[in-house]
């Protein structure tokens, strides 16, 4: 190994998120929207969409289609899951089959360990979860951070959607749904 190079981290098996996490997943949430999403949108949006948009909830977890990795050291590396409700700001247009549709939710990957392929871990679990469950077809609602990562596990975008922050400033999101069982992520 030369000097400058890190030994890659061990991670332990993706698990069940457990409702004593929740504090802990909220602050990985918040970091890495922060970190990841400068590359994207201003601070001052991204601050303005954390503070006044729902994320995880507690009532994920309670599910128990709300999942997480950690270092073999016990540090949340990773986390992501999926719900049978809707995003309140697009209940609006609701899905089609609602009862086989699963609404992925809060994916989200620890700064220090982008780039690693963990949200592809996350969302091969969520997937594989979901249809387990019986749903037919997941859909997302992307920010640009992520919007690629999706793309490429097979997920189709609609049209953009522009949420209003209290700022005054356009959030873009991009609704993205994929068949289960067509392709793997």
Request: glycine share 8%.
């Amino acid at each position: 190994m030369h000097a400058a190079e890190v030994p890659l981290p061990a991670f332990r098996p993706i698990r069940r998120a457990r409702s004593d996490e929740f504090e802990a997943l909220a602050a990985l949430e918040r970091a890495a929207f922060t970190i990841h999403g400068t590359a994207f949108y201003p601070l001052a949006d991204i601050e303005c969409a954390l503070e006044h948009f729902e994320g995880l909830q507690r009532r994920l977890i309670e599910e128990g289609h709300y999942f997480v990795i950690e270092t073999e050291t016990g540090t949340l590396a990773a986390s992501g899951g999926w719900s049978r409700s809707e995003l309140e700001y697009l209940q609006a247009s609701p899905a089609p089959d609602r009862g086989k549709t699963g609404v992925v939710r809060c994916v989200f990957v620890a700064p220090p360990f982008a780039g690693l392929g963990l949200a592809r871990d996350v969302m091969r679990h969520v997937e594989v979860d979901a249809m387990s469950t019986g749903m037919a077809q997941l859909t997302l609602t992307a920010s640009k951070t992520a919007e690629a990562l999706y793309r490429k596990a097979g997920y189709s975008a609609d049209t953009p959607l522009y949420i209003r922050l209290p700022n005054g400033s356009d959030l873009p999101l991009f609704p993205m749904r994929k068949q289960l069982g067509l392709s793997e992520v």
